[in-house]
């Protein structure tokens, strides 16, 4: 496939594009600077310009980092901004195309339920209440232009992303590593993995498949936070030992605090269903993976 990709210099965007490229697929990347490869593509989605060419598949990463920093009201709208405009414009471009492509992917996220407690999440779920959840629907709505113009369009609402090239794994790894890492709070909050691998499996999966629509991009076997903190200790032979309470957490956090001591029991309903493969189903083997030891 001819694929066309926004995001492309990011975490999850550079893992995708090195893994099409490595399947033959041709994957042109989304740039706002001056183009300077054959590979790159021109826009400015503030100013709703695009070369859009004529893709058999667009892949939409945009966003900036929802934990990289602490949530000033600047950022929160830099989160909301630089993931709902974005999309709408290569929505609009889309459906405008004489040539359209066959599929578009784009990216949401798994907080999109808000906190679910005990409760199995699966696609079906309601949406949440708060500040991302909001961002969730509104990201979303914003592919509606594509799907009304006949796109298939699948929603990739990403959990935790285990790797330890990059995503928030190697950033806990110095604290467990030095035998300080502990459980989030109380530590019964849900948190819904998957390897990287599986993760650019199923993307590559739903780029030839026929699902559209919300996609729980998350391993089948979800664990709380307590246990996960457990497993990568273990992992690293390491004790876990000094829980961070949750008002430290508020203190260093802020707002985004909430997030991080909330949790969704999500499953991949849509992918089992369609019939992919996970290559990690469980929390053991996927850190095996991930720590570099498989």
Not at 27 to 48: F, G, I, K, N
Not at 61 to 82: F, Q
Not at 202 to 221: E, K, Q, R
Request: net charge neutral; glycine share 10%; proline share 7%.
């Amino acid at each position: 496939m001819r694929v066309l990709m926004s995001g492309a210099s990011g975490f999850l965007g550079t893992a995708l594009s090195h893994h099409l490229a490595a399947h033959g697929h041709e994957v042109t990347r989304l740039v706002r600077r001056p183009v300077q490869a054959p590979d790159e593509s021109r826009w400015d989605p503030y100013a709703e310009v695009i070369d859009l060419g004529t893709p058999d598949a667009v892949v939409n990463l945009s966003g900036a980092g929802v934990g990289d920093r602490r949530w000033t009201r600047a950022y929160k709208h830099t989160i909301r901004d630089s993931r709902v405009e974005p999309t709408a414009v290569l929505s609009r471009a889309i459906a405008a195309a004489p040539v359209k492509p066959r599929v578009m992917l784009s990216a949401s996220g798994i907080g999109f339920y808000g906190d679910t407690g005990d409760a199995v999440v699966t696609e079906d779920s309601p949406l949440g209440e708060g500040f991302l959840q909001e961002v969730c629907r509104a990201w979303e709505s914003a592919t509606r232009p594509a799907e009304d113009a006949g796109v298939r369009v699948a929603h990739l609402r990403t959990g935790l992303v285990l790797s330890g090239a990059g995503g928030l794994l190697p950033r806990m790894l110095p604290l467990f590593r030095a035998g300080v890492g502990g459980r989030l709070g109380t530590g019964r909050q849900y948190m819904p993995w998957i390897t990287l691998a599986d993760w650019l499996g199923a993307a590559t999966f739903l780029l030839d498949s026929a699902v559209h629509g919300p996609v729980n991009m998350v391993g089948p076997a979800p664990v709380t936070n307590a246990e996960f903190t457990r497993e990568l200790a273990s992992a690293l032979r390491r004790p876990a030992v000094l829980p961070a309470p949750s008002v430290g957490l508020r203190l260093v956090l802020g707002e985004f605090s909430s997030e991080v001591l909330t949790g969704q029991r999500a499953v991949p309903a849509a992918l089992t269903a369609a019939g992919y493969t996970f290559e990690h189903t469980t929390l053991p083997v996927a850190l095996h993976w991930a720590l570099g030891d498989s």
